[in-house]
């Protein structure tokens, strides 16, 4: 081969090592920071608002997903085939009439369709605008290339750039990741994606209780956490702080009812209605809900229930500690709990919905301990800056909890202090010195049970009951 034609041939192989190699690393760049820049796409359904994207490349060919539940990053059950797997956020959750009525008129088949639908809709929505991003970032360093070199025409160089850098990035997610919509179509719910937290083995629900008129289910409100107890408590009795000052007992006795007081101290939905609770000496009580179930012949469930899934307790005395409430770190952990709450609270409004019998369903919103006055505080940090966030959060629990009460239909009871806040001559409030402070005393549980007793004619279905011989509260069944 002549000299000549060796050297054009050798010319033209280093021009092109040239182009391919910078195509090839302009590639690899624009894709790398349209994966770390590209917004999450959002997707709601069924009361859920989530994000999708996707994670920056791993060196493993499988692996599990990632998923940011409100600030707690964990991987994900489902395994998915590639270095690219998605990245999903669940940043809030409500209660709406549509989801209430998807889930009624639909059937859940139909609301865990949507969701899985969505995300696999939201993850081919991010690769296309994940492409659109990598495909600018790499117009800039072509056309700077091209314009450097003078050859080939700067058109020409960011039409053959982009075309390269649209087929590795899709191409690539075709191969690696191909099968990702398919997984995501099979997640039904949340659970699908995590799992299920274990849950200790509660201890048995015990005999039907056809005698029992009215169940209380909820925290240490309704328990009466901080009032004396009975003349022979049971050991659940007192680590629940279980009461017969509460307003079971008010309400038994104005009604002539047998009452059943399931309620505890510290529980929240998950842990303590609809799952077990671990109490303070070690023992485990189920669930209250499935126990309300023993009650064969109730006609009347009241759920107190809100303040411990908030850690209202906790909240309260980090505002009191600090120099101001409303700080945005203490907003956002208070936000994320009311959206934990509010999806957690959906659940268990749906389970009260299904009870056998269909009982009428109260719900409690609470009652406002701070009044115009709040002297006898000032020695604990509360300033009327500080009770102004505290209420102004109790009002947001309040509003969640009368807003998916009245979506199912479910009766509100909203008990009334006025006057007989903290600080006031003749409070209905336990104060920083006695044994629960911000919790009822026996005047306070009566008012709650006065609250009762006026929202009752307004349930559907009407809880009328045939009285007992004698009015009696069971504080606690024997559990076994």
Not at 177 to 196: E, F, M, Q
């Amino acid at each position: 081969m002549p000299k000549g034609t060796i050297s054009v041939v050798l010319r033209r192989i280093r021009t092109v090592s040239f182009y391919v190699l910078t195509f090839l690393v302009i590639t690899a760049g624009a894709i790398w920071l349209a994966l770390r820049i590209t917004p999450l796409q959002t997707v709601s359904a069924a009361g859920q608002t989530a994000q999708v994207g996707a994670t920056l490349p791993n060196a493993s060919v499988q692996g599990p997903g990632e998923l940011d539940l409100f600030g707690q990053v964990m991987a994900t059950k489902p395994q998915f085939t590639g270095p690219i797997r998605p990245r999903l956020a669940l940043d809030h959750i409500t209660i709406d009439p549509q989801v209430v009525q998807m889930l009624r008129s639909d059937g859940p088949q139909k609301v865990e369709l949507t969701l899985s639908q969505q995300l696999a809709s939201g993850w081919e929505r991010y690769f296309l605008w994940e492409t659109l991003i990598a495909a600018g970032f790499a117009a800039v360093p072509l056309i700077a290339v091209a314009a450097v070199r003078k050859r080939p025409k700067i058109w020409k160089m960011l039409a053959g750039g982009l075309a390269v850098v649209c087929a590795v990035n899709v191409g690539g997610i075709l191969l690696t990741a191909s099968g990702t919509p398919k997984v995501l179509r099979s997640v039904k719910t949340l659970d699908d994606l995590v799992g299920a937290d274990p849950l200790v083995e509660p201890a048995p629900v015990g005999r039907p209780q056809p005698g029992v008129q009215a169940v209380v289910i909820g925290d240490s409100t309704a328990a009466g956490y901080g009032l004396p107890w009975g003349p022979h408590p049971s050991d659940e009795d007192k680590a629940c702080g279980r009461s017969p000052d509460a307003y079971a007992s008010d309400l038994a006795t104005a009604n002539n009812w047998n009452v059943l007081n399931l309620s505890c101290g510290s529980a929240t939905i998950l842990n303590g209605l609809l799952g077990p609770e671990v109490l303070s000496n070690g023992q485990v009580a189920a669930p209250q809900l499935p126990r309300a179930e023993a009650a064969t012949h109730a006609r009347l469930i009241i759920v107190s229930v809100g303040a411990d899934d908030l850690s209202w307790s906790v909240m309260t005395r980090l505002c009191a500690a600090t120099a101001v409430c409303n700080d945005k770190v203490s907003s956002a952990y208070f936000n994320q709990l009311l959206d934990n709450f509010t999806r957690n609270y959906y659940d268990l409004l749906s389970d009260l919905d299904r009870l056998p019998g269909h009982p009428a369903v109260l719900i409690n919103q609470y009652y406002v301990p701070f009044g115009s006055s709040i002297r006898c505080l000032h020695g604990f940090g509360i300033t009327p800056a500080k009770e102004k966030v505290l209420l102004s959060r109790l009002g947001q629990l309040n509003k969640a909890l009368a807003q998916g009460a009245g979506l199912f239909g479910f009766g509100v009871a909203a008990p009334q202090f006025a006057g007989h806040e903290l600080c006031t001559p003749d409070p209905y409030v336990q104060g920083p010195d006695d044994p629960a402070p911000l919790h009822p005393n026996a005047a306070g549980e009566l008012a709650i049970a006065l609250a009762d007793e006026q929202a009752m004619p307004s349930l559907s279905p009407a809880p009328v009951v045939l009285p007992t011989p004698s009015p009696t509260t069971t504080v606690s069944p024997a559990l076994g």
